[in-house]
């Protein structure tokens, strides 16, 4: 027993010195000793150290960073992927945000279409009172979105080019531009026309000359009056009519002859060239790609470059960005001769050909139109009454309504039965074709002469009828049968003015002078009420007809007939303050001694004091951000309702004025509400 506890303890202390301690520490001393089995008892020994070994401590595994490396790779990954995301979040943001203000433009720009289409909606007494359209805050800086910040806040404004006192374009106004103002290309080339009706203006004259001759100088018989004023006027207004149009151009600053043929030619009609124009045979048919004219109704300015000899800078000027307006840089480069979009640098046309003409500032697409009309109806937007109506008994009622007077309404009916054709009986294409003559260069002189010739004639026979006339009474009217229908037809509203009319007596004809006379103080009293409620068609607009209120002066001196003298006292009385009701009709012309009644009744199917066609240049902005929209509407208020005629976005020629010319409306701050009146 004894021997074999001595054995293991032995074989524990062997075992014991074997054992390793690690991190450098010795062995402890406990571990030296024998466990003794369980019940007996412990003896101490001391284990004999080892030798020849020496004591080291064991190193611990290498383990390299990767892992963390592997981490801090994922974690940038994940960093820029963030970082991506976020700034594509931002780009998407900033995009959205930028649509949703273009967006936000466009409908401002397109509320100020609709704006106007509403404002066009209201009579002429009603836009008066609003303002007008000349010059109106209606136009300018109107919010439709209101906010606090700038850069949400919306407007629209509407601008379009002044004029000074002298007629010519310069700087801009906030209001809209009536097409009636400018030359309308479709209508004009209907001049023409007047030539086919020499014949008409010849078998008026006849009528004229089948009457009394005596006194006439150079009238040997009534045969030869009739012949001789019959072929006068034919050949007088076949020459004269034919060149109308032409000058109405020519009138334009940088028009040529050679062009004005070639935009007549183009939307004439015939395929027969003028003087110095150009059909699909002898021009259109030999250039690189042939193509043919329009020969009818235009339907943009723009089909004008199509024309041989319109370029760019002829039709749009200086004005690239067009705007209506010359700003610094395009000032600059008309002043230097350079034409719109030359580059820096580039030789000014000028110095390249001396002889070559300068466009207009603003080009000819500030002159010519394709849309004016005037509604056919009073300043009360009621439809004016026809006096050629076939209800006789009707239009003496509501003549006498409108009128007040039971004299000037049956003098009217009963010019229906027995009036004389033109009025006094002169043609007025017969007295256009004059007053154009008189106008032109001595070498037309002779045809000037030979139409003041026929023009007296005329007078001279009138004036022989006058003579044995009585002044018109009602008992003359009561002898009339209301229930017949009516003879003789209205040329135009002022035929009632110094007219005639002859009725039956028995087995004689008594010849009545009109109660509507034309001194300067009767025609101040009638005319505004003939020219007010009165009308001799059924048609609900008239088209083509010159405004000469607001057109600019050149569009002025090129309607046949107006002296330059007569140009220079239409512009005075424009700007003179003036309120007189007279001046709200054409007839003012011939009310102030400017010109005669046979030549009033001349000018009166190419001249107006109105227009119901406006274009619009409207500009929707946010104030405080680079959105905006840009569009050019031309707008009718000639129909029942209002409508766009012509839409264009200009979005691609800039904004074309500054924040601060656009306006900014700072009390516009309450969301969900409106500033607009």
């Known amino acids: 027993m004894i021997m074999n506890t001595n054995a293991k303890a032995t074989l524990t202390t062997r075992s014991s010195q074997r054992t390793t301690v690690h991190l450098g520490q010795p062995p402890a001393g406990d571990f030296g000793r024998a466990i003794p089995a369980s019940g007996t008892h412990r003896q101490p020994s001391r284990a004999a150290p080892l030798r020849g070994r020496s004591w080291r401590p064991r190193r611990a595994p290498r383990r390299p960073a990767f892992i963390l490396l592997l981490v801090l790779i994922v974690v940038v990954m994940a960093s820029l992927a963030a970082l991506n995301f976020s700034r594509s979040m931002l780009n998407s943001h900033e995009s959205a945000q930028l649509s949703s203000s273009r967006l936000q433009a466009r409908m401002c720009a397109e509320s100020g279409a609709q704006a106007v289409r509403l404002f066009l909606s209201y009579t002429k007494n009603e836009r008066l009172e609003q303002g007008g359209t000349w010059e109106n805050d209606l136009f300018y800086a109107r919010n439709v979105i209101p906010d606090t910040a700038a850069a949400r806040r919306g407007n629209y404004t509407i601008i379009s080019p002044a004029l000074d006192e002298m007629g010519n374009y310069t700087g801009i106004r906030y209001g809209l531009q009536n097409e009636s103002a400018k030359l309308n290309l479709n209508t004009l080339v209907q001049l023409d026309s007047l030539a086919a009706s020499g014949d008409l203006a010849a078998s008026a004259t006849s009528e004229l000359a089948g009457g009394d001759t005596a006194g006439l100088d150079g009238l040997a018989s009534e045969a030869g009056a009739e012949d001789l004023l019959s072929g006068l006027a034919s050949e007088a207004t076949a020459t004269t009519a034919s060149s109308f149009a032409t000058n109405m151009l020519l009138a334009l600053p940088g028009m040529t002859e050679d062009i004005a043929d070639a935009i007549l030619d183009w939307i004439d009609e015939d395929d027969l060239p003028r003087p110095y124009g150009a059909e699909f045979d002898d021009y259109y048919s030999q250039v690189q ?243 007010e409620n009165l009308t001799t068609v059924d048609a609900t607009a008239i088209p083509g007809r010159i405004d000469i209120m607001n057109c600019p002066h050149e569009i002025l001196r090129g309607i046949p007939g107006l002296s330059d003298e007569i140009v220079d006292e239409i512009l005075i009385a424009r700007t003179d303050g003036s309120d007189s009701e007279t001046r709200n009709y054409e007839t003012w012309l011939v009310v102030e001694g400017l010109i005669t009644m046979d030549e009033m009744r001349a000018l009166l199917p190419l001249i107006t004091c109105g227009g119901d066609v406006f274009k619009a240049q409207i500009v929707g902005y946010l104030e405080g951000s680079a959105s905006f929209s840009r569009i050019e509407a031309i707008v009718s208020g000639a129909g029942d309702i209002p409508e766009i005629l012509f839409f264009r976005r200009m979005d691609h020629l800039g904004r074309g004025f500054d924040i601060p010319t656009l306006g900014q409306r700072l009390d516009a701050t309450l969301p969900g509400g409106s500033m607009m009146q």
Not at 340 to 355: C, E, K, R
Not at 398 to 425: C, D, H, M, Q, T
């Open 289 to 531: 790609t042939p193509y043919k004219p329009a020969n009818g109704p235009i339907e943009s300015i723009e089909q004008l470059l199509l024309v041989r000899g319109v370029t760019a800078e002829l039709l749009f000027g200086y004005d690239a960005d067009r705007n209506g307006f010359l700003d610094q840089a395009e000032t600059t480069r008309m002043n230097n001769g350079m034409m719109a979009g030359a580059m820096p640098g580039q030789a000014a046309t000028m110095n390249m050909d001396p002889n070559a003409t300068p466009p207009p500032p603003l080009g000819w697409a500030q002159y010519l139109t394709l849309h004016s009309m005037e509604k056919n109806v009073d300043a009360y937007g009621l439809p004016r009454i026809n006096i050629n109506g076939d209800d006789l008994e009707t239009l003496y009622a509501e003549l006498v309504e409108v009128l007040g007077n039971e004299e000037w309404a049956s003098f009217i009916v009963a010019y229906r039965f027995g009036g004389k054709p033109g009025g006094n009986g002169s043609s007025p294409l017969v007295t256009l074709a004059s007053m154009a003559a008189a106008d032109s260069s001595a070498e037309d002189g002779a045809l000037g002469s030979q139409l003041g010739s026929l023009q007296a004639a005329g007078e001279q026979l009138n004036a022989a009828d006058q003579g044995q006339a009585q002044p018109w009474s009602m008992a003359a009217f009561d002898a009339i049968d209301l229930t017949q229908a009516g003879s003789v037809t209205f040329n135009q509203v002022l035929d009632v003015i110094d007219g005639t009319i002859t009725l039956p007596q028995g087995n004689n004809e008594v010849t009545y002078t009109s109660p509507f006379a034309s001194g300067p103080i009767e025609l101040a009293f009638s005319t505004p009420l003939l020219m």
